[in-house]
């Protein structure tokens, strides 16, 4: 019988996010008209190999999903959880060497 992790990896199809909003019959100006963006911006976001999460989790808000962390070490899963939307970080303190 499969693991619940081998199980849970059946389940996920790898996509693109353009494969996604093609998936879910979205046009990239429909999904722009949602964030606020235009159609160019989508195409550009979409062939981004970096980008910021809160990018990604307001591109996934938009097609009507939640962005997920998960961590995979040895034979575990970690969620990691993230600040919500434009939460500030925390003040960067510099370390003092002793007087």
Known sequence: MPS??????EQISPTTLGGLRRLLGLSQFTLAGRLGVSQPHVAQIENQANMHLETLRRHIAALGGELELIVHLSEQRIKIILPEGDA???PLTPKRSPS
């Open 4 to 9: 619940a992790t081998t199980r849970c990896a």
């Open 88 to 90: 500030p970080h925390p």
